[in-house]
Structures are given as C-alpha cells and as structure tokens.
C-alpha cells in the first residue's frame, strides 16, 4: 500500500561525495517536492516539480539540484556533500491543490 | 511574520480530554489547508483538509476555518496517549500547490 517511496531510509556519505536521493509516486501526481527537516527549523522546501522535466527552486536549493525525467521518478542530487547537508530528506507528491503525501523520509548522515 | 505560525507547545492534555491547536497564516489568497500528524522519526502523515469556512468532522477530529481572520484550528476530541504526536499545518501558498508548513505544534496526552 505504499504510494511514495524513497529509495532509502538511512544513508551515510563522505564529505564531498555526490549523492542521489530517489523518489518514486505510483498515483499519477503531477507535483513532486523535496523538502529537509531540521530540530527546530520546521519542513524547508529545497526544490519542486509540476511536470515532467521541470523544476522550480524553493527556498534553500543551494547546494542541491533535482532530475524529473518521468513523471513517477523526482530525484534529488547533492552536487558535493558537506556535514551541514546531515539531515532528514522527505519527499511529497500531490495532484492540484490536494494535500501532499510523504515518503517515509531519508535520514542521511554526512561525515 | 512568518507565513504560518503555530505554538510550539508542548501543550499537555490529560487523556479524554479536548485538544485544540491553531494556526494564522498571512497570505489572503490561500484556499487550501491541512492538517498533518507527525510522529518522532517518521514522516507527516495528512489528518485533515478543509477549504471553505466553518467547520469539518472526521471521527475525533475536527477542523475549523476562518478566512477573514486568517486562522485555522485542529480539535481533537477524546484525546488519547496515542495522539501525542507533532502537529503540522500547512496552506497553500499564493493559488499555487506549494505548500507552506507551521513549524509544529508538539502534543502531549497524559494517561
């Protein structure tokens, strides 16, 4: 019964390294986002996609970017990772003004 | 002002008790709001959604809108050791499907 799913639940990476965070929808969603939550600081949207091959930033896409080459599929991309991207990464889907639906999140460690 | 603003809590509830939780947020054109629970360590999950003022029942839980006040509201009825949880509102951001998030309101039903 699972509807979005995130590739990983843990994950721990170097310093610098490229990682790849994957997220798949099986309800036909146009929209896909990739948010961070931090202690304190709440959910911030990092990137978003309402189609196909299309992204728009949200609010903290530094050091991040995104691929959205089928609908299902949005992933997101740490060009170099760095301990201040150490975070859990949730990833949501939803059609039109409909609440989003979460992944059941990626807890990623940077050391 | 933040966009979406929520009391941080926790508020404390002694079970069968009444919970109420609030919310304001600051974009007039918003439609679309929600409700999500959040458990330690997992992922939102949608509780709610209302769209029109006045109020909206699901089981135990109700939602209340109030546009021209800018305010929406969670009341859980019955409460139970099971509903502490955070709890998240979000609203649609400028007639987009963006989403902007509470920081949270933290729950605590006391047995």
């Known amino acids: 019964d699972v509807k979005v799913t995130q590739s990983s639940r843990y994950l721990v990476k170097r310093t610098g390294e490229k990682v790849f965070l994957e997220c798949v929808q099986d309800?036909?969603?146009?929209?896909m986002f990739w948010y961070r939550q931090d202690p304190g600081l709440g959910l911030r949207l990092i990137y978003f996609s309402y189609d196909v091959k299309m992204k728009e930033k949200g609010d903290i896409p530094e050091g991040y970017s995104v691929s959205r080459e089928k609908k299902e599929r949005f992933s997101l991309i740490l060009e170099s990772a760095s301990t201040n991207q150490t975070s859990m990464y949730l990833c949501a889907s939803s059609s039109g003004t409909r609440g989003y639906t979460f992944g059941s999140g990626t807890r990623l460690t940077v050391v | 002002q933040k966009e979406v603003e929520q009391n941080s809590g926790p508020l404390s509830v002694p079970e069968g008790a009444i919970a109420s939780l609030n919310c304001t947020y600051s974009?007039?054109?918003?439609?679309?709001f929600f409700w999500y629970r959040q458990y330690s360590g997992k992922s939102p999950e949608l509780i709610m959604s209302?769209?029109?003022?006045g109020d909206k029942e699901d089981g135990r839980f109700t939602a209340q809108l109030n546009k021209a006040s800018q305010y929406v509201s969670l009341l859980i009825r019955d409460s139970q050791p099971s509903d502490s949880a955070t709890y998240l509102c979000a609203v649609n951001w400028q007639y987009g499907n963006k989403l902007v998030f509470g920081a949270g309101t933290i729950l605590r039903v006391k047995s």
């Open positions: 974009d007039r054109g918003s439609q679309s």
């Open positions: 209302i769209y029109s003022n």
């Open positions: 309800m036909d969603h146009e929209n």
